[in-house]
């Protein structure tokens, strides 16, 4: 039997990275949420605020505007990448002409970095230079400007986040897919069994490992959403498409008021691991009716 | 040869070997006292604008040719200069040798005591001064980055006005020039007040649907996302209305009249209305438009009417390869409402920010000497008329008397002119350590204002609030 030391030793590397780069930094702006500080204010050092930064937050409109408008976001667009990806995954366990070429050009979206996808959007959605308003507004007469419009503003973001995040769903989906025994199925179609039942009774709960997944690591990476939509919009037009990443880098950057976003940042990622347990408790840890 | 003309070939030969000679001290100064820090990389950040460009790609290859030393030159976005910058300094982890000031955050970094104090540098270190650098050569735009102590805090390498652009060929058309005075019973030219600008703007809307011309009357750099259109409206707009100083009270720091400010002031909101309103005259993607887009879209020849940054008025007046209104841009002070000019002229406000910067060197920088030789590098009169045309950036005053500055001058419609006989009605931004905090608070009620999700008037009067409250917090507030 081997000593729980050499498991201790070979997890030390791993452990020693968490604590440096994860671990202190996390207990670093625990600690900084505890005090009001900006470098810029009168008195530019640390003091003391016990909660108040905590209390200011329950209370600060444009802070819980952001979380409301954050979880639209991540509503929307983890919906309908699955629904989509899904849709794509099932398209390409078919094979049709020209299935490889269409593969690898839906899959380009992933390869491009965020701020350049964002960047990319601006020039498309630009009155007066991109092809966006102006073909929406010569084939359906829609006066599109997102710097003018929240609702138009905060459609585009879905999409582009839809355009850019489907590909990594739809990956994902295929490779359950494609690693599903065919032999439930088959004796399902024998058996009589719909399309539907198929779908719901059998596809659905063996893919639910991979769907769970997806699901989990779109959601996290939905609600931290920020260089894509700090260059399309810049969270505008007023504060329509400021999501709480965004929020947060905007105070505490520009603003520069560190104990309050600290305070923020913590209380962001208590919601997050919050919104993860509920969705975690009900889809997976639920037990089975009558048990 | 006779006597006049060996006297002048000998005058000639001692002034040409006078130049030489002194092109020649030069350069052997710059590699004397580099060769310490030969071979020594500095690294600075800039926002990305004409004049930082030409620091970029013209001075920093000179400067590495003379001297050995490296330079990399970072130009990016004005939001991500002032991120990179303020997280170097703040952390004093010494990335940046030289970094841009922008004259409205001077301020805070002084009272944040981030800066290399120049004068006193350089008297420290006399191996490393430049006897071409010469402080009292700059305008007085350089006092904007003097300490308390008089010193020099920063070297100013642009400066410049945000006039008002207005397209001749339009303006002097006849036959337009007729239509307007049949509709507007004035004779067409630069508005001298708001008025004037919001008729001509409304013509020219009309005129461009009407001829079915991409043409708007006026651009506004009313990005709803952005801080450009917050400084619009304080920098350029709320002056001109004879609101100063973003309508802060300097003595108290009060905003709302209540309490002694004038941010939410009838003069104020006159102001918001008149400049939300001119939307309706301005290209569809105005609200979307920062600095740089407002630019864009004038030299694009969508607009008849403009408030441009300077930096962009040269190359909008004579780059054929990027601008579409080469030739055809005239130059005028803003409009402003009655009794306001007088007020400037009696020293009470000013029609706009005196806009540019400087660069500085950190304390946290590692290679302090040689970013101090590249500083005084740049800040040499030799090195300014050059500069000066291709970015529309003056910072030196003899730049004005130039030959081939003069000539720009003559094809941006007298802007040099404009700027140095002008220049006294506009100012630097206000002394505010507090400039970005405050700005990030309110800006967000501006937006809105564009939008349309709150009226100006509204947006003005939260606005004031939010800003004592956050002036309060900072711990500057003072009570009436």
């Known amino acids: 039997m081997r000593s729980p030391v050499t498991g201790w030793l070979f997890l030390a590397p791993t452990i020693t990275v968490l604590a440096i780069f994860g671990f202190l930094p996390f207990l670093y702006v625990a600690f900084v949420g505890f005090f009001d500080w900006n470098p810029f204010a009168a008195n530019p050092g640390l003091v003391f605020a016990g909660v108040n930064n905590y209390r200011r937050l329950v209370f600060d ?25 899904y849709l794509l995954a099932q398209l390409f366990m078919r094979d049709f002409p020209l299935k490889g070429l269409f593969r690898t050009i839906h899959t380009l979206p992933l390869l491009v970095a965020p701020i350049a996808v964002g960047a990319s959007w601006k020039l498309l959605t630009t009155p007066g230079l991109g092809p966006i308003p102006y073909y929406l507004e010569r084939w359906f007469g829609i006066d599109y400007r997102m710097g003018a419009f929240e609702n138009q503003a905060f459609i585009t973001t879905v999409v582009m986040d839809i355009w850019h995040w ?57 609600l931290r959403t920020v260089d894509e939509v700090w260059m399309l919009t810049g969270g505008g037009p007023g504060t329509a498409t400021r999501y709480i990443g965004l929020h947060i880098w905007r105070v505490v950057f520009p603003q520069t008021d560190y104990g309050y976003g600290a305070a923020m940042s913590l209380l962001t990622l208590y919601l997050t691991i919050m919104l993860c347990w509920f969705l975690y408790v009900a889809l997976v840890a639920r037990k089975p009716r009558g048990s | 040869m006779n006597r006049r003309g060996l006297l002048s070939a000998a005058a000639l030969a001692v002034l040409m070997s006078t130049t030489s000679f002194n092109a020649f001290a030069d350069d052997a100064f710059w590699a004397k006292a580099a060769e310490p820090y030969k071979g020594v990389t500095i690294r ?26 490296k330079i990399q030159f970072e130009t990016t976005s004005w939001d991500q200069m002032y991120d990179k910058a303020i997280k170097d300094m703040e952390a004093g982890s ?45 305008t007085t735009f350089a006092d904007y980055f003097k300490g308390p102590n008089g010193d020099l805090y920063g070297v100013p390498m642009e400066a410049f006005l945000k006039t008002y652009l ?52 006026t651009t506004v750099q009313a990005s709803s996302g952005h801080p450009a259109s917050f400084y619009e409206f304080v920098e350029t707009i709320a002056p001109t209305f004879g609101v100063y100083n973003w309508g802060l009270n300097t003595d108290t720091w009060a905003a709302t009249v209540e ?47 403009a408030f441009v940054y300077g930096e962009n008025t040269a190359w ?157 917090r900072l711990g500057y507030r003072k009570q009436n």
Request: charged share 20%; no cysteine.
């Open chain 2, 44 to 69: 600075g950040v800039s926002e990305s604008t004409s004049s930082s460009n030409y620091a970029k790609d013209v001075l920093a290859k000179e400067f590495s040719e003379k001297t050995g030393i």
């Open chain 1, 61 to 85: 409109d444009l802070f819980l505007r952001s979380i409301g408008l954050t979880l639209q976001f991540t509503f929307w667009v983890v919906l309908s990448e699955l629904v989509i990806g």
């Open chain 2, 316 to 472: 909008i007046a004579t780059d054929d390869t990027r601008s579409t209104v080469v030739g055809k841009v005239g130059v005028a002070l803003p409009p402003v409402e009655p009794g306001v000019m007088e007020e400037i002229e009696a020293g009470k406000g000013y029609i706009g920010y005196y806009d540019g910067g400087a660069f500085g060197v950190p304390h946290s920088s590692k290679n302090k000497e040689a970013a101090l030789l590249f500083l005084q590098y740049i800040g040499q009169d030799s090195v300014q008329a050059d500069w000066a045309v291709n970015a529309a950036r003056v910072t030196h005053q003899a730049t004005y008397d130039d030959p081939r500055v003069q000539e720009q001058d003559q094809k941006t419609s007298g802007y040099y002119t404009l700027m140095r006989d002008q220049g006294k009605l506009f100012a630097g931004a206000p002394a505010f350590p507090f400039h970005g905090q405050l700005r990030e608070a309110i800006a967000p009620y501006f937006y809105d204002a564009i939008t349309g999700k709150l009226t100006p008037d509204q947006a003005l009067d939260q606005a004031a609030v939010r800003a004592e409250e956050e002036l309060t």
């Open chain 2, 259 to 305: 309490n002694g400010g004038t941010m939410n002031s009838d003069k104020a909101k006159a102001a918001l209305n008149w400049w939300v309103g001119n939307l309706q005259y301005a290209p569809p993607e105005s609200t979307s438009s920062t600095w740089d887009e407002v630019s864009a879209t004038f030299s694009a020849g969508r607009a008849a009417q």
């Open chain 1, 166 to 222: 489907t590909p990594l769903v739809t990956l994902t989906l295929l490779a359950g897919l494609s690693a599903m025994p065919k032999e439930p199925i088959e004796s399902a179609q024998v058996d009589g069994a719909n399309r539907w039942q198929i779908f719901w009774h059998i596809t659905l709960p063996m893919l639910k490992p991979v769907l769970l997944t997806t699901i989990f690591i779109r959601l996290m990476d939905a």
């Open chain 2, 94 to 138: 010494g990335i940046y040798d030289f970094v841009y000031i922008e004259q409205d955050i001077i301020y805070s970094y002084l009272s944040r005591d981030f800066l290399v104090d120049i004068t006193q540098s350089l008297k420290d270190n006399p191996s490393i001064a430049s006897p071409t650098f010469k402080p009292e050569q700059f």
């Open chain 2, 166 to 217: 207005y397209r001749t060929d339009l303006f002097e058309d006849a036959a337009i020039k007729e239509q307007f005075k049949a509709k507007y019973g004035w004779d067409l030219a630069p508005a001298k007040d708001h008025k004037q600008y919001r008729e001509i703007a409304e013509f020219f809307t009309q005129y461009g649907k009407d001829n079915d011309l991409e043409l708007w009357g």
